[in-house]
């Protein structure tokens, strides 16, 4: 069937109303903006090769198809192993000003950085299953499809991502302006040396992760003493704070010279710092908008 040019206008503006949609489960499952960005981009491809008139629900047909195409990349990467197991690689932030943001619209429309480092240990089926269903409330009979499952087996895949999302990515506190006070509380205590304030504000099983870049293995710390030891250390290269949001929690963007030089991302749960994630990347970090 031949498809006229207002028609394909037309079929362009309704994805155009899905993508902010699409794009949203598309980094969650992948994590890379970039490699969203391109999952978002193939479903249109496919959707512009379709009968759009004998869709239904264009909404569910989308999300379903942007779900098998980053199954498929998940599986890929998998299959790949392109990086070594203990090798510390973070998501790619999403960075907001920290100066005047609106706390409760970003905080309920982003998923941090550690919830993320977590559903990178999911199998490519749990963390298809735990984002459509749990993220944005898709049927199990719709999702079952797409890995290949029963809509009972899939349910226990997002049960088991449930649970690991439970146990190791703890939510955090909901009040911006109480991060933010651990968080300078943490960046004083560090860049004085003072030992026991870092052991204050730490949370005693908190993690720290660094990514360095692919070229490095980056670093990881467990537990409180270990963490403020590696905290006091790494403040004496430290560069000049500002606040930002990452993925919507309260984070620091380090910079010398006008150049980021760090991005450091907090989860504060019960007044503590549960898990810092630390991006130096230089590569990763040219791509953030430049520090005012």
């Given at each position: 069937?031949?498809v006229?040019?207002?028609?394909?206008?037309l079929l362009?503006?309704?994805?155009?109303e899905?993508?902010?949609?699409?794009?949203?489960?598309?980094?969650?499952?992948?994590?890379?903006?970039s490699?969203?960005?391109?999952?978002?981009?193939e479903?249109?491809l496919?959707l512009?090769?379709?009968?759009?008139?004998?869709?239904?629900?264009?909404g569910g047909?989308?999300?379903t198809?942007?779900?098998?195409i980053?199954?498929?990349?998940?599986?890929?990467?998998?299959?790949?192993?392109?990086?070594?197991?203990q090798q510390v690689?973070l998501?790619?932030?999403?960075?907001a000003?920290?100066?005047?943001?609106?706390?409760?619209?970003?905080?309920?429309?982003s998923?941090?950085l550690?919830?993320?480092?977590v559903?990178d240990?999911?199998?490519?089926?749990?963390?298809?299953?735990?984002?459509?269903?749990?993220?944005f409330?898709?049927?199990?009979a719709?999702i079952?499809?797409?890995v290949?499952?029963?809509?009972?087996?899939t349910?226990k895949?997002a049960?088991?991502a449930?649970?690991r999302?439970r146990?190791?990515?703890p939510?955090?506190?909901?009040?911006?302006?109480e991060?933010?006070r651990?968080v300078?509380?943490?960046?004083?205590a560090?860049r004085?040396?003072d030992f026991?304030?870092?052991?204050?504000?730490?949370?005693?099983?908190?993690?720290?992760?660094v990514?360095e870049?692919?070229?490095l293995p980056?670093?990881?710390?467990?537990?409180?003493?270990?963490v403020a030891?590696?905290?006091?250390?790494?403040s004496?290269d430290?560069?000049?704070?500002?606040?930002?949001?990452v993925?919507?929690?309260?984070g620091i963007?380090?910079t010398?010279d006008?150049?980021?030089?760090?991005?450091?991302?907090?989860?504060?749960?019960?007044?503590?710092?549960?898990?810092?994630?630390?991006?130096?990347?230089?590569?990763?970090l040219?791509r953030?908008?430049?520090?005012r």
């Amino acid at each position: 069937m031949k498809v006229t040019t207002d028609e394909k206008e037309l079929l362009a503006g309704r994805f155009a109303e899905h993508r902010p949609r699409l794009t949203a489960v598309a980094y969650r499952m992948l994590g890379s903006l970039s490699e969203a960005e391109d999952a978002v981009q193939e479903a249109w491809l496919r959707l512009s090769r379709s009968d759009a008139a004998e869709i239904d629900n264009l909404g569910g047909w989308l999300t379903t198809v942007v779900g098998r195409i980053c199954l498929d990349m998940l599986r890929s990467r998998a299959a790949r192993r392109e990086e070594p197991l203990q090798q510390v690689r973070l998501p790619d932030p999403v960075v907001a000003d920290g100066l005047d943001p609106e706390p409760a619209a970003v905080l309920a429309d982003s998923v941090g950085l550690a919830l993320l480092v977590v559903l990178d240990t999911l199998s490519p089926p749990e963390r298809l299953a735990f984002v459509l269903h749990d993220m944005f409330g898709v049927p199990f009979a719709e999702i079952a499809p797409i890995v290949g499952r029963t809509p009972a087996t899939t349910k226990k895949l997002a049960s088991r991502a449930r649970i690991r999302v439970r146990d190791a990515a703890p939510a955090p506190d909901a009040d911006l302006a109480e991060q933010r006070r651990v968080v300078d509380a943490f960046l004083a205590a560090a860049r004085g040396g003072d030992f026991d304030a870092l052991l204050a504000v730490l949370d005693p099983d908190v993690e720290l992760r660094v990514d360095e870049g692919p070229a490095l293995p980056g670093r990881r710390a467990r537990g409180a003493a270990d963490v403020a030891r590696s905290a006091i250390i790494g403040s004496r290269d430290a560069g000049a704070p500002r606040h930002v949001l990452v993925n919507g929690v309260a984070g620091i963007l380090e910079t010398k010279d006008g150049r980021p030089v760090a991005l450091l991302a907090f989860t504060v749960r019960g007044g503590r710092i549960a898990t810092i994630d630390i991006l130096t990347d230089p590569v990763r970090l040219a791509r953030l908008a430049p520090a005012r």
